[in-house]
Structure formats: C-alpha cells, structure tokens
C-alpha cells in the first residue's frame, strides 16, 4: 500500500506501523462516572467495518508522525490521511 | 549426436550449438531452445513421471502452465526441483534429470499405482486411512510422505546469491506480445516511463511461435523492431525473464527476474532478483492459454496442445512428431495444421468436433467432421489414436485444441471475478480491478492479432492520456482478424478409458464426477476434494476443461458455476528469492554496543538482545565454562567493582514546559514533583492496567527529563510516548527524542566505584556521598572537558552509578573505566552477571512483567498513582486485578541449598496432588548465586507476602522434577539497601 502523508507526499506503506481504530483518540474521562466501564471500552471494543474505516498509523521510519488514514477495508483506498493531532484537537482533545 | 526432430527454420541460433545431458544421456541443442524444445528434437517424448498413478509423461506445452515436463535441474547443491523444461533456457552443460520415479525413467517401480488406480480415486487418503487412530502416525503419514512429492530437494544451503529492487513507471506493461508491444510502444512515443515486462527469455509473446504477418512483415521480425525502437528510448526499461506474479495495492507489483539462470554459472551475480514495482498504471497483457480437451489415455507422451506444437515447429524448428494428428473443437487448432504442413509435416487428419466445413482450406489434409479422440495407444510414447467412429490413425504426436483462456489471474489478485463470454467460450476480466490496472489483447478477450494490436494501443493511450501526456500519432499495423470459432466442447463422452484433466495431480473427468456424487459441488471444494489446479501449475491448463464438466452434471451454466479464486503468484517464486539478502548472518539488521571492540578484544562473548549483540561474559586465565567467568563478574562486582555496558537501554530525551505533566500522563508514578538534578524509578503501565515497562528518569533541568527504558521496550515505549503526545494530549509542550544511539552509557558498580569514578571524573565533580548521594544526577566532564552524564541509581544493589559519554567516545570510555579500575581490581561484566544481580536483589524484568502482571502482583501496587490522570491507572482497579490473595513476586531457595531451581517449575502445597487445580504459582527466574553459594529463584505465589517462611513444593513435569523450596523475600541481599546508599 501507498499512504499519502499529509506533510511527505506518498510513501509505502512499510515505512508505517499500524495501531488500529482511530477510536482510540477518544480516550475517557478518568474522572467521569462510570470511568471504569468507559476505559473497558475503549480498550476493548472495536467496530470491524467492511468498508469505510479511520485507522491510527505511525510513520515510524519517517518524521514519527501519527496519521488518522480512512481506508476502505474492502479495496483498501485511502481516500483521507490526516495529522493525528489535528484529529485529535478537532476532538475536542485541547487540555 | 543427431537432433532426429530438427526441422528448418525458427529463431534459434544454428551456429552456437550447445550439449547437455538428460538422465546422463549427452544430447545437442541449440542456442534459443529451451530444455523441452532441445528434448524434442533429440527425440526425448518421455521426460518423467506423474505425482500420483507414476504415469508417463511428456512435453505437454511450450510455456509456463507445463503441468508434466518437471525436472531436476543442474545437480549437488545448485539442484533446482520441479523445473519447468518449457521454461529453462538451453546452456552449454545443462544437465537435467527426471524426477518422481524409483529406478529408470523408463521401468519406474511406483507405476504399480497405476494399476492400483480404481482404488486410489479422489478422496482415496479421507477415507482409507481413517483406523486405527495410532497408525496415522507411525504408518500412514511416514508411507505417504515417501511416496508423495515431485522432485527432491538437494538438502545442502543454497549457494546462489538473491536479491530485492525497487523500480517505478508510469506505465508498467505485463506481457510483450502483439497487445503488450503495441501498448508499451503508445506510451514510450508519448514519453510516458514504461517498464515492459515478459516471462519469456525473448519478448513478443505469441508473435514468435505464429507465421501470422503484421505491417507487411513476419510477426517476429515486427516485434523485434519494435523492441528495437523500445530499447532505443531512454525511458523504457525491458525485462525479459521476468514474470509480473502478483498485483498489489496501489499499482504496486511484485516480478521475479531470473538473472542467471540462463547461464551455466551465476558468476557472483545475482541468480534471481525480486522486484517490486511501483506503477501509475498498469496495462495487463498476459495474453492466453490453451486448454486441452479430455478423452480416455489423452495423457501419453507425445499428445500436445496444438499451439505448442505449432512454437516447437515455427520457433524453435522442432516438429514434435512425424506423423501428427490434430484434434480441435475450434478454428484456432488448424493453424496447427496450416503451419505443419507448410513445414512439410505431415498431417494425418484433423479431427474437428464440429460437424462443419474447414476454416482454413488444407488441400492435402484430410478432415474428420463431427468426430472425436476416444482414446490411445502407446506407453512411453503415443503410437496410434482411436476415433469415436472406431477407425485407428497411427501417429506419434496429436495436437490437442480445446479453445483458448485469457489470462485473467492478475486481474483477480483484487477483487476482481472473471464473467464468462459466450462468443468465445471463456472467462474474461470482470469486477473490480487492480487500482490502476486495464487489460488488453487475449488477456482481456481480444483473441485475434488485429484486435490484440488495437486494444493494446487504445488503452494503454486512454491511461497516459489520463497521466498527462500526449499520445504521438500514428498509423495502425496492419494485420488481419483471423478465424476463432470455438465450440463448447469439453471432454469426449464416449470414451470409456480414464481421461485426464489435470495432469499434475492426477485428476480425472471421473473424479470430478465422484467429486460431485460425494456431495463436493462448489468449484473451490472440487479443488479440494481432487486436489485440482493446485501444485506448481495451479491448474492453468485443468481448471476451465473441469469446472465446466462440475456445471454439466449439475445442470448450472458455467457463470453459475464460477471459477476458483487465483491468487499471488502467478507462477512459483522460490523461497531464496523472497529472502533475498536475508539470509544467515543478514537475517536481521544487528546493532553493536560502542564497546563492542573493547569487548571483542578482552574475551567476550556475545548474546542477542533483541538486534544487539551484547557482552553476556568475559573468559579470563583458564576460566572452562560460562559459570566460572559468570561467578567471578558477580562476586568481584560486589566486593571489589565491576564496569558493564548497558548503552542498550532505551534512552529518550523529554523536553518542554509541559515535560513533568506528560509523564505524570505515562508513568504510573508522579514525575513532576521530582527534583533537579534527582532521578527516580519509573513504572509504566498498560491502558488495561497490566505491567508494561520500567526503568529510570533522571531531571536535569526545569524542562529537560531523561528517561530509560528496557532494552526490549525501547522503540514501542518511544512509539507510546508519541502516540499520547500526539493523540491523547495533543496540546502538551512536550518533545521526544530517542537518544539511545546518542549515549554510550555505562553501569559502574561495587564498594570501589566511588573510588573508581574519582579518577574519571573532571576536578570540579564532588562525588562524596554528600553531595552525590543515591539517586542523583548531573551532567559533567570527564577526562578533561569530555561532556558526560553521571547517574547514580544502582540495579546491582551496590554503590554503583551510571555514567554516559557521546557514542564516539564508548570504546574509549570503557578502556579508561578498566584502566582506571585496575589498581581496585575492577572486571567487565556481561549480562548473565547482571541477571545474577538482579535476581539476588529481586528486580522484576522480562520474565517477570510478562505481559500478564500487574503492578500489585510484584508488589508495587502502591507505585500506581490514583491522584492524577496516568494510562493505566483506571483499569488497574479492576477488583480481579487487586484481589488480596493474587499471585506476588517472592523470592525462593530451596530447602536442600546443593539443588538446583528450575525456571518454569510451578509451585504446589505439600500434600497436595501436582494438578492445575492445586496450582500456587511459578518460578520465572533462577540464577546460582555466587555471593550466597546456592541457587535462588524468583517466581509468583497466591498471597505470598504472607506466605514467607513456609515451604512448598516446585514441581516441574517437563523436566520430571520436584524439589521442597522456601518462600523468601526476593531481596536476598542487603535487603535494608545500605550498600546503595553508602
């Protein structure tokens, strides 16, 4: 695979290394009620879409940046690659 | 040496003649012929056996789906098995040798499972070797084993050289015969980078084994101008012997180029290279395969497909027979006959299917109409044919057309799914292609020169164009549409003999109809329960012939039927060549400590640590084992001092305002109240709450942290690290670097280090235990202004520090440490020291936070910080996970001090059955202890911080052992800790 990387332009895909679902951005409230089962959650549910997927890859051979890549799991299109903490700003993640 | 089948003509080179040896047997040939066409002519109809019944066989195609002319060839550890003759090239000094027989060739003993046949049908192994249970292994398997297989491996390191590339296109084209030619031509004269690729050793494909004229000259005169014009472009690259085997994401392709397997030796050069090509576009012009039709005996030596009767006569001057008969159900199979008898060959009959009229008027030819091969007659070598109508033709070779299948196996290494067209009674590219990937020519339908030709252009200028480039004008080749009718005609019903679809495997038109009966309907179980299309060949030559029998005697159309998923590779890519370079030594990348010389040069020896090679000990004097030099590194370390490199230890330099906080975030202890110049032990914890990693961070200014890690941990903890900087806190003025190659860094430890160090050490350092006391930190000079960082933390348990110099200087900083530590009688040591040490001081590493454990299994649950937010932290409240009666970290010795520990034994209450139920926990760690003089151990025990004292049993079923040992407190020494104070 090619990822396009928002700041490098194309690069393959072994430069990267793959996380998983992009979910884990949104990470609970430590505090929040029911932090417990909020944690279990996060750590262990995940959507397993066929199709549209936003995932975590890190270019790790590269300038170290996580990128949030919507791939399509069925023809493995990439039709977005973004900054992980810009994903992760727009979310609302800012403290 | 006479070459009794060498006819005139074709495109190989007369004047360098060339000898080998089949079987032993010297034979001649010329350059340009492949081993099969060098067969031929010399005679050669027989050339090995079949993987099941030991039926004789020989040169079936001329290509690479050959399902029967497999050989061994060259020989000692160059032997290459299960070598296509139809694709190796002739060299002067082949030698090849048949395979799968016991005995000659000619008189192979396993031929009794040919007669052994109606018992050995498809499914024969389900079935017959259900019972007794106990005889799979110790009888069946080992019987089937030594029968099963096609060619042997030579069982000796493979001495050739592979190795992987990386090219890129615009344009990559996958065949160069007339579509592929056309196609790379339109792209290269538009200026577009093209890379044409063919499996064959001279490209133009089709257009080197037809007669058919384009632009008013013969095909393989055209084609080699056109390469000629290719070649002359800076900006096409041609690869001859080099098979497109698979299509990947994104225009990405993997080739396997054979460099030098054409030549009797390799030279130092690579044998074969595996490509990785990255392409815009892709134009896929693998063109076509023919397919035979099935009747009884259609197998023997001497029974060919038509159009690689018509290449061994038209390229390579080899008539396959004299007297040669040709049975078609489509117009194509007269050219046979059209081209052989023009070469003056003589043509008995041709037997057509359809009850029609010729499409080619052959004035001597007599034609068959509406009849069919029934079956034939000639064990190492076809003698004579029976028709349906009953009349015998004595021939010696019969050249077989059932029709022609585009090669759509690219196509579908995606999502794509063939769709069958009717017109020409085959399956066509269909679905979802490869991203940029079109197809043209046979390979996409287009089955005749003029259409292969159009298409070619036509799409390759519809993808440059969309690239950006302008297609050059041209004028079309002229060439003409010749005839193609095929007839849905797949076997010969009435033929009562066994008839062969797939003749690598052995399968039959019987099997498939027992495959049916037995309830195996679907093509991809068909190809199970038959083992259909599957080895070297994956039926290229079986798979249509047989899935349309399945749709018959089911009553599906063949779409309905459907075909098996082709997958990557195309053709068999061997395994040297997917490891390419990494081999041996150069399995991995390896790293080397900076004291790695020093080490070399004073007896070390090495252990892999992940991909660095550490010092694991040091031989000094007469020392016999590794225990002796092991005992003597930790005993001196903890009398005298002792100087080991731990630069493997991930380093990672933390800056920013925010540097504190974040790693109030990532450890599961408070770093931001820790103070300049001081250093504190570090946990780190999993989001689930289980132990992830540990080590130490030092503060060397307001903003400047260093923090280590494992040395295993290194890279995924540096990975985290980002991950919550750039995810989870993305507003945080926080930095990261990985310094762990930056700093040499070595461990100092034992009574003397202080005294040790004072020599090292600029001046203005004051290193008494004042103004350095435990757990400091400082960056400082040594050795007159060399900058260093100095630690003082301590993982034997003794007075000891840390002391870092920039990389460049780690070799001479571990000889100035020794030099220095002379007098004091200072030693090197190596890893197995350092576990020594660490298990006497009940450290936790690897085998104890093994992915399983949580903080308070080794007795730490009070490090994991409740008052802050930290990963981890949350879920490692879970009531499982702190439960009062949970395995702890506990130190063990046993009872009889002369009896040695186990790892891995498990612990079991005195009188109590050694059973899983009974089950109290394991030893993960156990080292001889030098310093106490007996073996001690750590492990995990329910409850066992109120279990000291009491004596249990360490049971270890693998090793068939049992021992009493003492539940202790895993500081065996100094366990108050005043050593590392002082």
Redo the contacts between chains.
């Keep these: 695979m090619i990822i396009p990387h928002p700041l490098l332009g194309p690069r393959d895909a072994a430069e990267f290394v793959y996380l998983g679902d992009a979910s884990l951005i949104d990470r609970p409230d430590w505090q929040a009620e029911g932090a417990m089962e909020q944690f279990h959650d996060y750590g262990y549910l995940r959507d397993n879409p066929a199709g549209q997927h936003q995932e975590l890859w890190y270019h790790e051979q590269g300038d170290r940046s996580w990128l949030v890549v919507t791939r399509d799991t069925l023809t493995h299109e990439i039709t977005q690659v973004e900054l992980a903490r810009d994903v992760a700003r727009a979310r609302g993640r800012d403290k | 040496m006479t070459q009794p089948n060498r006819i005139g003509g074709g495109l190989i080179d007369r004047a360098k003649p060339l000898t080998f040896r089949f079987n032993n047997k010297e034979m001649a040939g010329f350059e340009g012929d492949t081993l099969a066409s060098a067969l031929l002519a010399n005679g050669q109809r027989l050339v090995g056996r079949s993987f099941k019944y030991h039926r004789p066989r020989g040169v079936f195609t001329a290509g690479s789906e050959e399902p029967n002319a497999l050989v061994h060839l060259r020989t000692g550890a160059h032997t290459e098995p299960n070598t296509r003759a139809t694709m190796a090239e002739l060299f002067d000094g082949l030698t090849a040798t048949s395979q799968n027989h016991r005995g000659s060739l000619e008189h192979d003993m396993m031929a009794v499972t040919d007669f052994l046949s109606p018992f050995l049908s498809a499914g024969f192994y389900y079935k017959t070797f259900m019972w007794p249970k106990a005889f799979w292994e110790k009888v069946y398997e080992p019987a089937i084993r030594a029968s099963a297989g096609l060619g042997r491996l030579s069982m000796q390191e493979d001495p050739d050289q592979y190795d992987k590339g990386f090219l890129h296109c615009d344009l990559l084209v996958i065949g160069s015969g007339p579509a592929g030619l056309s196609a790379a031509l339109a792209a290269a004269r538009a200026g577009a980078r093209v890379i044409l690729a063919d499996e064959d050793f001279v490209a133009g494909g089709r257009l080197n084994s037809e007669t058919l004229e384009l632009g008013g000259m013969a095909g393989h005169d055209w084609a080699a101008q056109a390469l000629a014009e290719l070649a002359s472009m800076g900006h096409v690259r041609i690869m001859t012997r080099t098979t497109v085997y698979g299509a990947?994401?994104?225009?990405?392709y993997g080739a396997l180029e054979r460099c030098t397997d054409h030549l009797a030796d390799s030279a130092g050069k690579p044998r074969q290279i595996l490509w990785r090509i990255?392409s815009k576009r892709a134009v896929l012009a693998a063109g076509s395969t023919e397919r035979p039709i099935a009747f009884g005996n259609n197998d023997r030596p001497g029974v060919m497909l038509a159009g690689a009767v018509r290449t061994y006569v038209n390229r390579f001057g080899v008539a396959p027979g004299k007297e040669v008969a040709v049975f078609t159900n489509n117009d194509d199979g007269w050219r046979t006959a059209a081209d052989l008898t023009a070469k003056g060959v003589h043509i008995r009959a041709v037997i057509d299917s359809r009850d029609r009229a010729a499409p080619i008027t052959l004035p001597d030819v007599r034609h068959i109409r509406g009849a069919s091969v029934v079956n034939t007659v000639g064990r190492k070598g076809l003698k004579s044919i029976t028709l349906t109508d009953g009349q015998v033709l004595p021939v010696d070779c019969l050249a077989v057309s059932g029709g022609w299948n585009p090669n759509v196996h690219l196509t579908c290494h995606?999502?794509g799914k063939p769709e069958w067209r009717d017109d020409i009674k085959a399956f066509v590219p269909g679905g979802?292609m490869p991203?940029g990937m079109v197809v043209a020519g046979a390979a996409n339908g287009a089955m005749t020169l003029a259409a292969a030709l159009a298409e070619g252009r036509a799409q390759a200028e519809a993808q440059i164009s969309d690239l950006g480039f302008t297609p050059a004008k041209a004028d079309p080749v002229e060439a003409e549409d010749e005839p193609q009718d095929t007839a849905a005609f797949w076997y010969v019903p009435e033929s009562r003999h066994r008839a062969w679809l797939d003749q690598q495997n052995d399968v039959t038109v019987k099997d498939v109809k027992l495959s049916h009966q037995e309830g195996f309907r679907a093509v991809e179980h068909l190809k199970r329960y038959t083992t259909l299309g599957m080895a070297t060949d994956q039926g290229k030559t079986a798979n249509i012939p047989a899935l349309a029998i399945m749709s018959e005697i089911t009553g599906r159309t063949i779409p309905e039927t459907g075909t098996t998923i082709f997958r990557p590779p195309f053709t068999p890519v061997p395994m040297g060549a997917l490891a390419g370079r990494a081999r041996g030594k150069d399995f991995r990348p390896y790293r080397l400590t900076p004291s790695h010389k020093w080490a070399e040069e004073h007896g070390a020896s090495f252990v892999t640590v992940g991909n660095w090679l550490r010092a694991e000990w040091y031989v000094q004097g007469d020392e016999k084992g590794w225990r002796d030099s092991v005992d003597r590194e930790a005993k001196t370390a903890r009398e005298k001092v002792g100087i080991c490199d731990v630069t493997t230890l991930g380093k990672i330099d933390i800056k920013g305002k925010d540097a504190g906080a974040f790693l109030d975030k990532v450890y599961a202890n408070t770093f931001s109240t820790l103070k300049i110049g001081k250093v504190r032990y570090g946990l780190m914890l999993r989001?689930?709450g289980i132990c992830y990693d540990d080590g130490t961070t030092a503060r060397l200014s307001e903003n400047h942290y260093v923090m280590t890690t494992t040395t295993a941990n290194a890279?995924l903890v540096f990975?985290r690290m980002?991950?919550a900087r750039?995810?989870?806190?993305?507003?945080m003025d926080v930095h990261l670097i990985s310094t762990t190659d930056g700093w040499a860094q070595f461990a100092v430890a034992g009574p003397k280090s202080r005294d040790l160090l004072r020599k090292v050490v600029d001046k203005d350092v004051d290193l008494s235990n004042e103004a350095f006391p435990f757990m400091s930190c400082a960056e400082i000079t040594v050795c007159g202004g060399t900058p260093a960082r100095l630690f003082r933390i301590s993982f034997s348990g003794e007075l000891a520090y840390e002391i870092a110099v920039p990389a460049r200087y780690g070799n001479s900083m571990m000889a100035v440490l020794n030099e220095a530590g002379a007098e004091f009688g200072a030693v090197p040591y190596g890893t197995e020291a350092l576990s020594v040490m660490r298990i006497e001081k009940g450290h936790a590493v690897g085998n104890e936070l093994n992915g399983q454990t949580t903080a308070h299994n080794i007795g730490l649950g009070k490090m994991v910080s409740q008052k802050k937010?930290c990963i981890g932290?949350?879920?490692s409240?879970?009531p499982e996970m702190i439960r009062d009666d949970a395995i702890r970290m506990m130190g063990f010795r046993p009872v009889d001090r002369s009896q040695k520990l186990i790892t891995g034994s498990h612990f079991i209450n005195k009188g109590e059955e050694a059973v899983m139920e009974n089950d109290q926990g394991w030893m993960t760690s156990v080292a001889y202890s030098p310093n106490l003089g007996h073996s001690i151990g750590l492990g995990f025990i329910k409850s066992g911080h109120e279990r000291k004292g009491e004596i249990v049993r360490a049971v270890s079923p693998v090793h068939g052992t049992e021992m009493e040992v003492e539940i202790v407190s895993a500081h065996f020494i100094d366990p108050e800790g005043e050593r590392l104070r002082g």
């Design positions: 990947y994401d994104h225009g990405i990255y995606q999502r979802t991203a989001e689930d890279v990975r980002e991950f750039q995810c989870l806190w993305p507003n937010e932290n949350v879920l409240q879970r």
